[in-house]
């Protein structure tokens, strides 16, 4: 224990002398957060529009007013030419076009529905399709409008009850959408994005600092005295406990204040949560140290390994999206856990009990991992 | 300690299809300087290693301070010191940081610490410098204030790897004054070098060429037994291809 | 047309390259994995809501929009609960993404005046992922909704014929492919060619070399020149692997999509070199890499992120970005079948910007060397 001692000293005192390292702990992680959380989105903006009105009615004009209304759209250009509207589409000048077709609203009136054609630039196929869900609801809630606004026909009058007025609709549908009220990508990405912060300064910044000793030669001397492999290990492991949890405090800080992140659930759950999280992150770290020979090795060692997990922790597309398999690796990742326990209780308030199953499993992993690691840890080379 | 404080049998290790220590065998008394010679990448580091506990041996024994080097190493690094190639002192810490963290690394009370850092810094003739960083001493100042370090726990037994390397003479001879000092206080010494003058400071030397010792004995002995007036040229005629007759003179009297 | 002492000194800087094996086998393999990762794992099309119902009064109706539901092929009811309050719990779990909850009289109101009153509950945590689940139930809601009032009274309906171009399947790995590209290059061409100039400043060998009868920009060409082959050996992997993995179409002209991938190649390898030239250590050049280029590639060149999400004083410091303009052009050969008539005015950008991060980073070393 009194040997730790000693380590750790030296290590602070090492770590509080290295000027670029502690700016780059300390500063990168809240530029990362800051410019990360701007950048990192789907969000869906005004998507402009190509409008080729060949009908000119009430009905379709009606149509495009409630596209524009709607502040999804924005009409950037209208003709009635398809061909230069495609040329809009191929040069990237609008994203979608809307072509009425002539007699639109006559059909309506005369055989209670008529076609519109839509066509999307699905170069994006996420957000093609979410522009799509959205122009479905706008033509659907127009033709709901039109249904009590134009005059039926004579035949589709003769079809109703005339003691039973027409009804908009039977089902009175409404929504909801829970913990993100104004639908900001904020919420979904930021907390995420510290798991990513802890991530790095556990796997990167501590893998390079061992693998400096390294390639300097202090380890090995080291690796002759008496301390135990166990006292090395606790060494070089704590300082970045450390520094990894006060990065997450500045994080969090900034996710409150510049990005008014929900902190519905409590800080005190994310920390202890973050300090298991902790063993397995750092256990990856000291495993990559083992294997590195250079700091350059190790940085590109654990930047694959970094792209990987957060590739597949469900941090930038949903797990859910993945094919089966990839679901099951995921399980085998603690960030993914790590994610999923961060967004249940800041987004959604979750508590103790709500995680109860991602949290044994980061203790788990924590737990192997770091076995694991420590035990490829050898002073002495076979 | 009661026997000799080396004792190494039959110490091989191999890389593979390299064999880069070839069955070497020899003991070091206590409180003896004791050189091991040859050119780089004989095999000198590769030994010094295994004897220290860093490298596994492939076959062979050794025994270090009375305990075996494999079965025994914790007990092995207890009693021992070493100053590596790289001099190994932490760059980014103060003289008397140093100092202090293996100090208290090899277990000494915080008086112990006190005492020793105070008695080193004198010797030195460093006491004004102890809260500067290593980094900005000087070469020949690095050199003497590692091997210290490598003292403060007094071992029983010090390995310098190539302690003299890139500095001036009157330098190396200031630190071979220290070994000499620390020998005579019974801490026994085993020294590798390139350089073969050095191997006169020696109190015996043993030389390796190719993983193997080509010969051992005190400088005098080599030097009779080669006819040479130099160890550099003991060194020459070994490290030439040699007729069978020149080999047998170069027998190994290193064995007790 | 190269004097033998530069074909030598290529030589020699390649076999070095070759003997780092362990570097090299990441820079070649890492490309193929992130195909296939990206390929499979990053996907954002959503195949499977799981469902929660709350109908405290079942009846014919209600039990029939749920079979509805069940049937539709994308949802699966996981829970069924008496009460509302029962679902804050599914939720925080992370049990359930949606909830239908029936109003008490559903059946009953269903066709007569009063309209039947049905919950939807969507957990907006992803905001797109919500959008979409949303639509999906409204969907089945709705094509429910037209066969019961069949018999009744008919409400108008427009039929929406949509058609999505470029990307009929809604593939995200379409769109990923060429943002990859520039991935690799970037990581192989600039962030290599930076370590490697930046090491040997370090060792002080680049002193060694300037005596030699090599001159500066000989020596730079020559160190930087075999990241260039093996950056054209990632490219060509990237393409084969999506092609033949995922079936990523290539509609334009294959000659063209290679030469711009060179002009880009050309790009990386300049900003490594500007690096390599305005840092001090092998360290700060590496780390100053990876801030200055890989994160501005990923997150600022619409290679995963649309930077029409960006906001909006963020998007024009996109245009300093070089492989926002690759990723355009790559894509605009790739999906829309497009050729230099439609894409003149990236390629002349990205040329322009090439030849000033050549100029600055030559000029850069020239004054650190001179």
């Known amino acids: 224990m009194r040997t730790l001692r000693f380590l750790l000293r030296k290590e602070f005192l090492q770590i509080f002398r290295d000027r670029t390292m502690l700016r780059l702990m300390i500063a990168a992680p809240v530029i990362q957060l800051l410019v990360l959380s701007?950048?990192?989105?789907?969000?869906?903006?005004?998507?402009?529009?190509?409008?080729?009105?060949?009908?000119?009615?009430?009905?379709?004009?009606?149509?495009?007013?409630?596209?524009?209304?709607?502040?999804?759209?924005e009409v950037a250009d209208a003709s009635p030419s398809m061909e230069l509207a495609d040329q809009a589409l191929l040069s990237r000048d609008v994203s979608i076009v809307l072509r009425i077709p002539p007699d639109f609203e006559r059909h309506l009136t005369r055989a209670g529905e008529a076609p519109v054609q839509v066509v999307l630039d699905a170069e994006d196929g996420a957000g093609a399709a979410v522009l799509q869900s959205y122009v479905r609801r706008i033509i659907a809630d127009h033709a709901r409008e039109l249904t009590t606004t134009l005059r039926?026909?004579?035949?589709?009058?003769?079809?109703?009850?005339?003691?039973?007025?027409?009804?908009?609709?039977?089902?009175?549908?409404?929504?909801?959408?829970?913990?993100?009220?104004?639908?900001?990508?904020?919420?979904?990405?930021?907390?995420?994005?510290?798991?990513?912060?802890?991530?790095?300064?556990?796997?990167?910044?501590?893998?390079?600092?061992?693998?400096?000793?390294?390639?300097?030669?202090?380890?090995?001397?080291?690796?002759?005295?008496?301390?135990?492999?166990?006292?090395?290990?606790?060494?070089?492991?704590?300082?970045f406990w450390i520094i990894a949890l006060v990065d997450l405090g500045i994080g969090l800080l900034v996710a409150r204040l510049v990005f008014d992140i929900p902190m519905r659930g409590s800080l005190l759950l994310v920390f202890f949560a973050a300090v298991l999280y902790l063993f397995a992150a750092l256990g990856i770290g000291l495993w990559i140290s083992t294997i590195a020979e250079t700091q350059q090795q190790a940085m590109f060692i654990s930047f694959a390994i970094n792209m990987v997990y957060l590739l597949m922790s469900g941090l930038f597309t949903p797990i859910q999206s993945m094919p089966v398999w990839a679901q099951a690796i995921?399980?085998?990742?603690?960030?993914?856990?790590?994610?999923?326990?961060?967004?249940?209780?800041?987004?959604?308030?979750?508590?103790?009990?709500?995680?109860?199953?991602?949290?044994?499993?980061?203790?788990?992993?924590?737990?192997?991992?770091?076995?694991?690691?420590?035990?490829q840890y050898s002073k002495t080379t076979r | 300690m009661s026997g000799p404080a080396i004792e190494v049998r039959e110490l091989t290790r191999r890389f593979g299809s390299f064999t880069a220590v070839d069955a070497i065998s020899f003991e070091v008394g206590a409180g003896e300087v004791f050189g091991f010679l040859g050119a780089n990448g004989a095999g000198k580091t590769t030994a010094i290693r295994m004897l220290i506990g860093l490298l596994a041996p492939t076959s062979g024994a050794a025994r270090v301070a009375g305990f075996d080097v494999t079965s025994e190493a914790e007990r092995v690094r207890q009693r021992i010191g070493y100053m590596s190639q790289r001099f190994s002192l932490y760059e980014d810490l103060t003289v008397r940081e140093n100092i202090w963290l293996y100090a208290g690394i090899y277990g000494l009370s915080d008086d112990q610490?006190?005492?020793?850092?105070?008695?080193?810094?004198?010797?030195?003739?460093?006491?004004?410098?102890?809260?500067?960083?290593?980094?900005?001493?000087?070469?020949?100042w690095r050199q003497k204030l590692a091997f210290s370090v490598a003292m403060v726990h007094e071992p029983e037994v010090v390995f310098l790897d190539e302690p003299t390397g890139g500095v001036d003479p009157i330098?190396?001879?200031?630190?071979?004054?220290?070994?000499?000092?620390?020998?005579?206080?019974?801490?026994?010494?085993?020294?590798?070098?390139h350089y073969m003058d050095e191997a006169e400071y020696c109190d015996r030397v043993s030389i390796m060429v190719d993983g193997r010792i080509a010969a051992g004995g005190t400088p005098e002995e080599l030097k009779h037994g080669f006819g040479a007036t130099s160890i550099d040229e003991v060194f020459v005629q070994l490290a030439r291809p040699t007729r069978a007759g020149d080999r047998e003179a170069a027998t190994d009297p290193s064995d007790r | 047309m190269m004097k033998p002492s530069l074909r030598g000194f290529i030589v020699k800087e390649t076999r070095h390259i070759l003997r780092d094996r362990q570097t090299l086998l990441i820079l070649l393999l890492l490309p193929l994995a992130q195909v296939l990762l990206f390929g499979y794992a990053l996907r954002t099309d959503i195949e499977q809501v799981r469902l929660a119902v709350v109908d405290p009064v079942p009846d014919a109706a209600s039990h029939e929009l749920r079979s509805r539901f069940a049937g539709s092929g994308v949802y699966e009811i996981v829970r069924n609960v008496p009460t509302t309050e029962a679902l804050t719990d599914l939720f925080e779990q992370g049990a359930i993404d949606q909830a239908v909850v029936f109003g008490p009289d559903f059946g009953s109101a269903l066709g007569r005046e009063k309209p039947a009153e049905l919950l939807i509950i969507t957990d907006a945590t992803d905001p797109n992922s919500g959008s979409t689940m949303q639509a999906y139930a409204r969907g089945v809601v709705e094509a429910f909704e037209r066969e019961v009032s069949a018999q009744g009274p008919r409400p108008l309906r427009i039929v929406p014929e949509l058609r999505m171009r470029f990307n009929p399947t809604l593939e995200s790995v379409n769109l990923f492919i060429p943002g990859l590209i520039a991935l690799v290059l970037t990581l192989v061409s600039a962030l290599m060619s930076a370590i490697s100039l930046s090491r040997e400043k370090e060792r002080g060998?680049?002193?060694?070399?300037?005596?030699?009868?090599?001159?500066?920009?000989?020596?730079?060409?020559?160190?930087?020149?075999?990241?260039?082959?093996?950056?054209?050996?990632?490219?060509?992997?990237?393409?084969?692997?999506?092609?033949?993995?995922?079936?990523?179409?290539?509609?334009?002209?294959?000659?063209?999509?290679?030469?711009?991938?060179?002009?880009?190649?050309?790009?990386?390898?300049?900003?490594?070199?500007?690096?390599?030239a305005i840092t001090s250590s092998q360290r700060t050049a590496m780390i100053g890499s990876l801030l200055a280029l890989m994160l501005p590639t990923t997150l600022l060149s619409g290679m995963i992120f649309p930077i029409s999400s960006l906001p909006g004083w963020l998007q024009p410091v996109t245009h300093t970005v070089p492989a926002k303009w690759f990723i355009l052009i790559a894509r605009g050969i790739m999906l829309r079948g497009v050729g230099l008539d439609y894409l003149w005015l990236e390629t002349t950008i990205l040329l322009a910007l090439t030849a000033a991060i050549l100029v600055f980073a030559i000029r850069a070393f020239d004054y650190r060397l001179g």
């Open chain 1, 38 to 73: 701007n950048a990192a989105s789907f969000e869906v903006r005004e998507a402009s529009t190509y409008v080729v009105d060949l009908d000119n009615s009430t009905a379709s004009r009606g149509l495009v007013q409630r596209m524009v209304a709607s502040g999804r759209f």
């Open chain 1, 152 to 239: 039926p026909d004579r035949r589709t009058a003769a079809l109703t009850d005339p003691a039973t007025p027409p009804t908009a609709s039977t089902i009175d549908v409404r929504t909801r959408g829970w913990y993100n009220d104004e639908l900001r990508y904020y919420d979904y990405m930021v907390p995420g994005i510290l798991v990513l912060l802890v991530t790095i300064v556990a796997t990167s910044i501590a893998a390079m600092n061992v693998v400096r000793e390294k390639e300097i030669g202090t380890l090995e001397q080291l690796n002759v005295t008496p301390v135990t492999r166990a006292q090395l290990i606790a060494s070089k492991l704590l300082p």
């Open chain 1, 330 to 375: 995921a399980e085998l990742s603690p960030v993914k856990h790590f994610i999923v326990i961060m967004r249940a209780v800041l987004v959604r308030g979750a508590d103790l009990a709500a995680i109860q199953a991602p949290l044994i499993a980061l203790a788990a992993y924590g737990a192997i991992v770091l076995m694991m690691a420590a035990r």
């Open chain 2, 113 to 140: 610490i006190q005492e020793r850092t105070d008695r080193l810094l004198e010797q030195l003739q460093m006491h004004g410098y102890r809260d500067v960083l290593v980094r900005t001493l000087p070469l020949g």
């Open chain 2, 171 to 193: 330098t190396r001879r200031q630190f071979w004054e220290m070994i000499y000092e620390a020998a005579a206080g019974g801490t026994t010494i085993l020294v590798t070098t």
């Open chain 3, 205 to 276: 060998t680049m002193e060694v070399l300037l005596v030699s009868p090599l001159r500066p920009w000989q020596i730079i060409v020559g160190k930087v020149l075999p990241y260039l082959g093996l950056g054209l050996i990632n490219v060509v992997t990237v393409l084969l692997a999506a092609r033949i993995v995922f079936d990523v179409p290539i509609r334009g002209s294959v000659a063209l999509l290679l030469a711009e991938c060179l002009l880009f190649i050309v790009t990386s390898l300049a900003l490594g070199i500007l690096i390599a």
